[in-house]
């Protein structure tokens, strides 16, 4: 069994006050329909032209730039939206990089200070979730656990592929409610991880 500390082990689960407070300016178009589509090979393609992108704009600020969630996994199913881990030495100062990302046609949507200095950004066509953190975040280890696992245990691959297709049919006339369903069979995932031995280069 692998020992992690606490704060990856522990999931953060903001208030409604907190969520009510995080959204910055126009809620995206994207959130108001959940779309779960067969896995897509271009799915990869789309991350790799974006994440060159960051770092051509970006340079020696970039600590690091990770494909995550569903569109990461082959062969998982996922709503085809990119989500991209952006590492930064410090989110606080959003005037050092949000004005910049803007100029590749991203926008501020969601600023969470308390969850880890949290900053979101989408993209002008709303098909990538430009998640920001500054160096040293838990929640992006969590992420990679998370994707290198379902890369590597298709049946839990299988079975969050059924809960969200689920979920998506359950939840089409509160789309708000799609994410928080999921925490179920997230955290039973998330305690199989924490509790298996390390695999080899984790």
């Known amino acids: 069994m692998t020992s992690y500390p606490p704060e990856i082990t522990q999931r953060f ?13 126009e809620r995206p178009r994207s959130w108001d329909a959940i779309q779960v589509e067969e896995y897509d090979p271009a799915w990869v393609d ?20 990770e ?6 996994v082959p062969g998982l199913a996922a709503k085809p939206v990119i989500d991209i881990d952006l590492l930064l030495d410090d989110t ?20 969470e200070p308390w969850w880890y200095g949290h900053r979101m950004l989408v993209s002008a ?23 290198d696992w379902l890369r590597t245990h298709p049946e839990d691959r299988d079975l969050y592929a059924s809960t969200k297709q ?4 359950e939840t089409t006339d509160r789309p708000g409610d ?7 069979v997230i955290d039973a995932i998330y305690a199989r991880i924490f509790a298996a031995p390390a695999q080899a280069g984790s």
């Open 166 to 169: 689920r979920l998506a049919r």
């Open 46 to 65: 789309r991350f790799a032209a974006a994440a060159s992108a960051l770092r051509d704009l970006l340079g020696d600020r970039v600590v690091a730039v």
């Open 92 to 111: 606080a100062d959003e005037s050092g990089y949000v004005p910049v990302l803007g100029t590749l046609g991203y926008r501020l949507v969601l600023r």
């Open 125 to 147: 066509a709303e098909d990538v979730n430009l998640h920001v953190w500054p160096r040293g975040a838990p929640e992006p280890v969590r992420h990679r656990l998370f994707r």
């Open 67 to 72: 494909h995550v969630g569903s569109t990461s």
């Open 178 to 184: 799609y994410s928080l369903a999921k925490n179920d």
């Open 13 to 25: 689960h903001g208030t409604p006050e907190q969520m009510a407070r995080a959204l910055v300016g």
